[in-house]
């Protein structure tokens, strides 16, 4: 098992509930979309498995550390390219180290990555920001350079499990194109929450998302849809059935009720005028 959760909740700091009993799992090379509606807490859960958040309750269990590819960038505005995907130590130390001024905390900082500048280059130029170098601040970047910076790192590192939150917000056509072709061709576990339909119908299985628990359908985003959207109508039509017997027995039932109000109301007026005959006869006839 590559990735599993286990009754995973999350609390906000006033203490309301955002979601709870979220359990599913992710096998070795399995690709996927979490779907829900927005405010479900579909990116949280994200946060939650990639460890930036910590959950309220539940368990996360995988075999390598997920990468993930963020929403949001202002947080990495302060940081070079090389801090906001984590190898400026590395890339310092290697630098040391060709320059022959190198330590042995070099050494173990390195790790034997003596290709990561290699790797590095080819992954910006495969995602066409070969401009870029790590020296530059994410502050200085669109939306759709910060973007293609972390999705440079899944070259550079070859991550077996990736979180993917709305990636193709701020990427053009030339760079959905190339996430289109990344996601075909992986082979790692896959985790993607995105409105991008095309996107979207690239996942094989869909994880439906509520504030009580996961849904999974073993199908493509279209088939999905249509599936909910079937059973959605057919709950609207039971409902509607349902309305319309309730407001036939409504009013049989006030029918009943009107027939025996009138019934009384006739009976009541034939005792009156038995009464008014009675009085009538047993009259004395008084001479005039």
Not at 2 to 20: M, V
Not at 67 to 93: C, R, S, W
Not at 175 to 202: E, F, M, Q
Not at 261 to 272: L, M, N, V, Y
Request: glycine share 8%; net charge negative.
């Amino acid at each position: 098992m590559s990735l599993q959760i286990q009754d995973l909740s999350y609390t906000h700091p006033n203490r309301d509930i955002l979601f709870q009993n979220i359990s599913f799992s992710v096998s070795a090379g399995e690709k996927c979309a979490v779907v829900g509606n927005n405010g479900v807490g579909k990116s949280t859960l994200l946060k939650i498995i990639a460890g930036l958040l910590s959950p309220a309750s539940g368990s996360i269990s995988f075999d390598d550390i997920p990468y993930i590819i963020p929403q949001h960038f202002g947080q990495f505005d302060e940081m070079t390219v090389a801090q906001a995907l984590g190898i400026e130590g590395k890339l310092n130390a290697l630098s040391r180290l060709l320059d022959g001024i190198g330590s042995e905390n070099d050494f173990e900082t390195l790790d034997n990555e003596w290709d990561l500048q290699d790797r590095m280059a080819e992954a910006f130029a495969r995602w066409r920001i070969d401009y870029i170098c790590p020296e530059m601040y994410m502050r200085n970047l669109s939306g759709g350079e910060k973007t293609k910076v972390f999705l440079a790192g899944l070259d550079i590192f070859t991550p077996s499990i990736v979180l993917m939150d709305e990636p193709t917000n701020h990427l053009d056509t030339g760079g959905r194109d190339l996430l289109y072709d990344y996601i075909s061709r992986a082979g790692g576990s896959l985790i993607v929450v995105s409105h991008d339909r095309t996107l979207l119908n690239l996942l094989p299985e869909i994880y439906e998302m509520s504030p009580t628990g996961m849904q999974f359908y073993p199908m493509g985003y279209d088939e999905y849809k249509a599936t909910v959207d079937a059973a959605f109508e057919a709950k609207s039509a039971r409902l509607e059935s349902q309305r319309k017997e309730f407001a036939k027995a409504e009013k049989a039932a006030r029918k009943t009720v009107e027939r025996q109000q009138k019934h009384a109301i006739e009976g009541r007026k034939a005792d009156c005028k038995e009464m008014r005959g009675q009085n009538s006869g047993g009259k004395s006839s008084r001479p005039i």
